[in-house]
């Protein structure tokens, strides 16, 4: 399996911005679909959004669509999630998620993913 370390997360108002990285190590990072999840307390883990293995296709979810985006550079091993225009509801611990796998261009769950690191908290404030 990869080795995925996210960074990036704080505190920021509502309408601010941050952009999450995710470095990844032990495996040829190319080879894998990568995607963001977030999970607030007491709620499930959600798909945010994915990437596929050459960085050509993206997929998100409703709630971060025109906000957020997701991209690679395959050369650094790391995925961003360059997020704009907060809402205090995008409050969560947000994971970084790897697959081996072909991408398709459906929404990709939880369970989907064979590789997650420890997460980073945004909070962000009204």
């Known amino acids: 399996q990869v080795q995925l370390v996210e960074s990036g997360g704080g505190l920021v108002q509502a309408g601010g911005s941050l952009r999450l990285s995710c470095a990844a190590s032990g495996r040829t990072f190319s080879n894998y679909v990568m995607g963001w999840f977030r999970q607030a307390p007491g709620k499930e883990r959600d798909f945010v959004a994915a990437?596929?293995?050459?960085?050509?296709?993206?997929n998100y979810a409703e709630s971060v669509k025109g906000r957020f985006t997701i991209s690679r550079d395959n050369a650094k091993n790391t995925v961003y999630l360059q997020m704009n225009s907060l809402k205090p509801e995008d409050t969560a611990v947000y994971y970084c998620?790897?697959?081996?796998?072909?991408?398709?261009?459906?929404?990709?769950?939880?369970?989907?993913?064979?590789?997650w690191g420890k997460g980073t908290l945004v909070t962000v404030s009204l």
């Open positions: 998620a790897a697959k081996n796998a072909p991408w398709r261009s459906s929404s990709w769950s939880y369970y989907d993913m064979e590789s």
């Open positions: 990437i596929s293995r050459s960085g050509a296709s993206t």
